[in-house]
């Protein structure tokens, strides 16, 4: 019993000067939290909105209907479809289209998740922004004032390493060593891991906005400028996460097509 | 008259506005067409990238014959007011879709009926 009390007191006395130290803490941060932007809801790509059951995006029907072909430079612009490739590019980029027929996809990875037909949440905090789908990806990017990694620290991975800060109401954010993204989703850029993508995403309005650039001295001659924009569409009440654990995406020779499910007996 | 026999096979559609999936191409699926198929449920793959109505359909001869019926994924599904359990194995019910290209048995929802008639979900 002594010693318990003995060591309870000592850990009180390290615990204390701590403990005032991380209220101080705590309303500072409280301070800053209020100062950040704050992006509450269910974000989709524009196009996808009023994605119906069939899975289909209306807006874009509506768009190919009226001939509004600006609207469909919006669609998955993030692809790449619209960079300067350069000749090895050119070459890498339709040798993976060539290939995607019927190919299965582990997930959109990024940059296609910021562009995909599910929607994104955004968790804002002062040291670290969270964005996250319904599939499970996630981004965690670092606005804590720190640099990025030494690249002998980092290395090519799906979602890239990210840190970013904001310039107002603007978070900007720098990723790199991302692993080919079309090796991950068959629609994705065939970017080399040396590629540098800076994002700079804002509210206007009921919209968010986010302005790319992607730098790929390996395959891209110039870099490449586009747009994404986000918008709430109804019916979400909360994010649910399911795996991508059923893609029957198959190709017959001719035409991609569903992967025959087997009849149970 | 068979259990649940085909409804109405295949219509010429061509006023229908093309639809465009995300995940892969929808040049899959004949958009121009549809095919209307009463049947029952066997499984509801509430499932990403892409849900599935697994349904068993009774031909003519007798002959059953399991259609894939594709859907958008789950998350988009929920928004629009369905759940896993908004079809149940067993069910009959009544499927418009686009079918696939290859006249392999699938097809993209269009909408889809009780047994009844009375509308579950649509695309419209």
């Known amino acids: 019993m002594r010693w318990t009390a003995i060591a309870a007191l000592a850990l009180a006395a390290i615990v204390a000067p701590a403990s005032a130290q991380d209220s101080m803490d705590q309303a500072a941060r409280t301070e800053k939290f209020a100062e950040l932007p704050y992006w509450p809801g269910y974000w989709v790509s524009e196009y996808t909105i009023g994605t119906t059951i069939g899975g289909a995006a209306p807006a874009l029907a509506e768009a190919r209907e009226r001939g509004d072909t600006s609207f469909f430079r919006n669609f998955m612009s993030l692809n790449g479809g619209g960079a300067s490739w350069n000749e090895e590019g050119r070459a890498r980029l339709a040798e993976v289209r060539a290939a995607a027929r019927g190919r299965k996809a582990d997930g959109w990875g990024f940059p296609m998740m910021m562009n995909a037909a599910t929607p994104i949440v955004f968790a804002i905090t002062p040291e670290l922004v969270i964005i996250t789908n319904s599939y499970g990806e996630t981004r965690h990017i670092y606005t804590d004032g720190r640099p990025m990694p030494d690249e002998l620290d980092m290395w090519p991975t799906v979602y890239g390493t990210s840190v970013g800060h904001w310039e107002g109401d603007t978070l900007v954010i720098e990723t790199r060593m991302v692993s080919t993204p079309s090796d991950y989703f068959h629609g994705a850029p065939p970017y080399s891991e040396d590629a540098v993508y800076v994002e700079r995403l804002r509210l206007e309005g009921d919209r968010l906005i986010g302005d790319y650039t992607?730098?790929?001295?390996?395959?891209?001659?110039?870099?490449?400028?586009?747009?994404?924009?986000?918008?709430?569409?109804?019916?979400?009440?909360?994010?649910?996460?399911?795996?991508?654990?059923?893609?029957?995406?198959?190709?017959?020779g001719e035409f991609n097509t569903i992967e025959a499910e087997a009849v149970e007996d | 008259m068979n259990k649940f026999g085909i409804l109405a096979a295949v219509a010429g559609l061509g006023m229908l506005a093309p639809t465009v999936q995300a995940h892969h191409s929808n040049a899959m699926f004949d958009t121009s067409r549809e095919v209307n198929m009463r049947g029952v449920v066997r499984e509801f793959q509430w499932?990403?990238?892409?849900?599935?109505?697994?349904?068993?359909?009774?031909?003519?001869?007798?002959?059953?014959?399991?259609?894939?019926?594709?859907?958008?994924?789950?998350?988009?599904?929920?928004?629009?007011?369905?759940r896993p359990r908004t079809l149940r194995p067993g069910s009959v019910i009544n499927v418009r879709a686009h079918p696939l290209r290859s006249g392999e048995p699938g097809g993209v929802v269009v909408d889809v009926t009780d047994a009844d008639g009375n509308e579950i979900g649509t695309n419209q």
């Open chain 1, 214 to 252: 992607v730098t790929d001295p390996t395959y891209l001659s110039e870099p490449f400028h586009t747009q994404v924009s986000w918008l709430r569409d109804e019916g979400f009440d909360r994010m649910i996460q399911i795996d991508w654990d059923n893609d029957r995406t198959s190709f017959d």
């Open chain 2, 47 to 82: 499932s990403n990238p892409h849900a599935y109505i697994q349904m068993v359909v009774t031909e003519e001869d007798g002959t059953e014959t399991e259609w894939s019926m594709e859907m958008g994924a789950p998350m988009y599904l929920y928004a629009r007011g369905w």
